[in-house]
Nanobody
Framework: QVQLVESGGGLVQAGGSLRLSCAAS????????MGWFRQAPGKEREVVAG????????YYADSVKGRFTISRDNAKNTVYLQMNSLKPEDTAVYYC??????????????WGQGTQVTVSS
């Protein structure tokens, strides 16, 4: 079955950086588009970045464009999110999932435990 294990979160000051990782299994990773999502307290989960299987096409939400970079290693079945110039409003639990390349919506109903990112001002 699908398994998604996120890691790399933590507490960081505004302006700092973090690199998140997501190890995926249970599906053919190299043929799936992948995405990172986040959910802040009291808010709906939202997509922040996506990447196609070939890494040639990426998507970023306007709120993170220019600060976050998504990448993947198909040999390791892992997708990454490099987060720079972090802001307090980036505070959320971050999740990964396979996504539909047409609209970057999550492909699977299963979600991992996520990784908490907290940015202090």
């Amino acid at each position: 079955q699908v398994q998604l294990v996120e890691s790399g979160g933590g507490l960081v000051q505004a302006g700092g950086s973090l690199r998140l990782s997501c190890a995926a299994s249970g599906f053919t990773f190299s043929t799936h588009a992948m995405g990172w999502f986040r959910q802040a307290p009291g808010k709906e989960r939202e997509v922040v970045a996506g990447i196609l299987w070939s890494s040639h096409t990426t998507y970023y939400a306007d709120s993170v464009k220019g600060r976050f970079t998504i990448s993947r290693d198909n040999a390791k079945n892992t997708v990454y999110l490099q987060m720079n110039s972090l802001k307090p409003e980036d505070t959320a639990v971050y999740y990964c999932n396979a996504v539909l390349p047409s609209n970057w919506r999550p492909r699977y109903d299963y979600w991992g435990q996520g990784t908490q990112v907290t940015v202090s001002s």
